[in-house]
């Protein structure tokens, strides 16, 4: 049965999932809440502390009980609910090198009990992609590895762990976004692997969160021609019907990746990429952090509407969307019940992450540089931020060390300030050089080449992901969280527990 038209816009309101600017919502957010707006995600920009966000979020469910509120929280360098000090958590990377499922289940359910204290009940992560192509610039330490089963592995255990928390879990980026040079926000990403491929690397980890219950699933805006030739997978029919839903049997919400970004913006318009992906089997549009407006959430709710009108968009399609969105907020509401102060597990489990994350390689002549004893000069290289992380999130090493290592100097050099011996400044003290992602940006590697040049015992320590292994001592990290520099501090010093 199709509802009224004059039940249309209700519907519309119900599959968008919008941001706003505030650490309180504003009114037109509690008024769209009573005229059927289902869901809404917060970002950095709406994070205080946890008490804030629990203010936050009981404001929006007096207005609408079963409001779904999803946060972008990875527990990595992605972070939302710690923007401000940086997680405390490793990320998906770190948990991958310690490859131990038990430890991942225990962060994530840590965080899942975290955020369902503050009221959030979906989070888009865990990020499932296999970084397979290291030159990748936006997934990296974001992703769990580059080999499929150990990816599908902790994507799983991430999942039951958040979710045994009380928040729904959301395995992104739907059919994987693993291997590309390309960053989706910018412009559309070509995987080019054939079908055989597909199956034995990007699409291993989803089949595994699918099998573990997964509550949501993102789509990523990708062309993937082995299932796809003319549309992305946001938009096209083929692989979120037929792939997803029949083939590999996912009945839950399928989310699409922020509708504003240019991979699909660009091509098909804000509106209209938002329609096409409903029309393809897309349940919720996130609107991300880029418009975050009554007027795009207006605009996105009126297209959907004409289109359904016109017949581009059939109404009973919108409709099992809206349910779909329906079910999952009854999920939520039956996992904040069940929850009754559901305890985390140990304070410092994402600490301890992080320190059995930690790498060290020395060469055969290394030097005995470790432990430091004394105030180092720490030199940071800062490469550009991808939007996903956000440029309003604290990162690097000198903090931690100089905590342990009063009068530590620490100075950050980004392309192209980097001066011709960036250790000059040391004179007799111990450098640390910090990168991340070293193998990616040649302007990194000439410094870090020049300053080992002067300094053979410098230490390098790598915050990302450390395909490129150089210097007498070399600590990896994979990860440039506030855990994972505290972890590196500790063995730096020798204090490491």
Not at 286 to 291: D, L, S
Not at 323 to 344: D, E, F, I
Request: glycine share 10%; hydrophobic share 45%.
């Amino acid at each position: 049965m199709t509802a009224p038209a004059g039940h249309l816009p209700a519907l519309a309101a119900a599959v968008l999932q919008p941001g706003f600017v505030g650490t309180t919502p504003p009114p037109w957010v509690c008024r769209w809440l009573g005229e059927g707006l289902g869901s809404v995600v917060l970002f950095a920009r709406n994070v205080v502390d946890s008490t804030q966000v629990a203010a936050l979020t009981a404001t929006l469910r007096a207005e609408r009980p079963d409001v779904i509120v999803a946060i972008d929280e990875e527990a990595g360098d992605v972070t939302r609910i710690e923007s401000a000090r940086g997680s405390s958590r490793p990320g998906n990377f770190a948990l991958g090198a310690v490859d131990d499922p038990a430890l991942t289940e225990a962060v994530a359910h840590d965080l899942g009990v975290e955020l369902a204290a503050a009221g959030v009940t979906l989070d888009y992560a865990p990020d499932a992609d296999v970084n397979s192509n290291p030159a990748n610039p936006v997934i990296g330490v974001r992703s769990f590895g580059a080999e499929p089963a150990l990816v599908a592995r902790h994507t799983a255990a991430w999942i039951r762990g958040l979710q045994r928390g009380g928040v729904a879990a959301c395995a992104k980026h739907f059919p994987g976004h693993g291997d590309t040079r390309v960053d989706s926000h910018h412009d559309l990403p070509l995987i080019t692997a054939d079908r055989a491929r597909l199956d034995a690397c990007e699409l291993a980890p989803f089949r595994s969160a699918v099998a573990a219950g997964v509550q949501a699933v993102m789509t990523g805006h990708l062309l993937v021609p082995a299932l796809d030739e003319r549309l992305p997978a946001t938009l096209s029919q083929r692989i979120l019907g037929g792939l997803l839903r029949d083939e590999m049997g996912f009945s839950g919400v399928v989310v699409t990746d922020a509708v504003e970004m240019r991979a699909v913006a660009d091509r098909y318009g804000f509106a209209g990429a938002a329609v096409r992906a409903l029309a393809a089997g897309a349940d919720a549009i996130c609107v991300g952090g880029e418009r975050a407006d009554e007027g795009a959430a207006r605009e996105l709710r009126d297209a959907i509407v004409a289109a359904v009108i016109a017949g581009e968009l059939p109404e009973e399609r919108l409709a099992e969307a809206a349910k779909r969105v329906g079910q999952l907020a009854a999920w939520t509401v039956a996992a904040r019940a069940g929850r009754s102060g559901a305890a985390p597990g140990p304070a410092d489990v994402g600490l301890v992450a992080a320190r059995r994350a930690v790498r060290v390689t020395t060469g055969p002549a290394a030097p005995r540089t470790l432990p430091l004893t004394r105030a180092a000069y720490v030199v940071e290289f800062e490469p550009p931020r991808n939007i996903a992380i956000g440029a309003e999130t604290p990162w690097g090493l000198g903090e931690p060390l100089g905590e342990l290592l009063p009068g530590t100097t620490t100075v950050r050099h980004g392309e192209p300030d980097v001066p011709a011996d960036p250790g000059a400044g040391a004179g007799d003290r111990p450098l640390v050089l910090v990168v991340r992602d070293l193998h990616r940006h040649e302007w990194m590697r000439a410094a870090v080449r020049s300053a080992l040049s002067a300094r053979p015992d410098a230490v390098v320590v790598e915050l990302g992901v450390p395909e490129l292994v150089t210097g007498s001592v070399h600590l990896a990290t994979h990860g440039a969280t506030r855990a994972s520099g505290q972890a590196a501090a500790e063995v730096l010093t020798g204090r490491a527990g």
